[in-house]
Structures are given as C-alpha cells and as structure tokens.
C-alpha cells in the first residue's frame, strides 16, 4: 500500500513564503512524476507545479518566478518553496505522485491535503 503525506501548510500573510513537502511511503517499486496541484472554495483542483524523476519541472504560469518545486528520489519526497504569496494562492494544496507499487503496476496517488491561507 502506497502513502502520500504532505505537510507545511498554514497562514501567512501576503508577500511571504511557506515550505510543502511530501512524502511517498510503502509499497513502493518506482517513483516517476511528482507535484503539487491545488483546490480553492468553488473551483477545480488545478495544477501548480509537476517534476520529473529526472529533475524536469513544470511550472503553471500563475506561479511562474514565485514557487520552486524540487524533489530527493532516494527519499521519494517532493518539496514547493512558495514565495512571494498572495491572497489568491489560498487553496488547500495535494501532492501527486505517479507511482509502480510494484513492476507491473502504475498509478496516481494523491496525499490528503494541505491547508494553505493568504491573509493580513
């Protein structure tokens, strides 16, 4: 079985930064693709930021220049530094991992949720 933990959420105030990490955990054969996607009250999840096993990052461009998504593979931990916040990045945060439990299996996996407040 295949866990997904992130952690680092809070409030801060608009021009700060927070720190997502997120760990995958168990049964685990291979970790490919890693990210960070998002859900604000009323709207769609959407993605914020994806990075390959080999170290290729994508970034959507609301976010372009503010946040950095990094990762450790021998860790199976995916990092977002997100600087320069603003009220509109309130939104519960969820890592996403594709992930092999095993040789011949392949699947998405979703952390619970982490919750991020921009406010003064």
């Known amino acids: 079985q295949v866990q997904i933990v992130e952690s680092g959420g809070g409030l801060m105030q608009p021009g700060g930064s927070l720190r997502l990490s997120c760990a995958a955990s168990?049964?685990?054969?291979?970790?490919?693709?890693m990210g960070w996607y998002r859900q604000a009250p009323g709207k769609q999840r959407e993605l914020v930021a994806t990075?390959?096993?080999?170290?290729?990052?994508n970034y959507a461009d609301f976010v372009k220049g503010r946040f950095t998504i990094s990762r450790d593979n021998a860790k199976n931990t995916v990092v977002l530094q997100m600087n320069s916040l603003k009220p509109e990045d309130t939104a519960v945060y969820y890592c996403?991992?594709?992930?092999?439990?095993?040789?011949?299996?392949?699947?998405?996996?979703w952390g619970q949720g982490t919750q991020v407040t921009v406010s003064s």
């Open positions: 168990g049964r685990i054969f291979s970790v490919y693709a």
């Open positions: 990075i390959s096993r080999g170290g290729i990052t």
């Open positions: 996403n991992a594709e992930i092999s439990p095993t040789r011949w299996e392949k699947g998405d996996y």
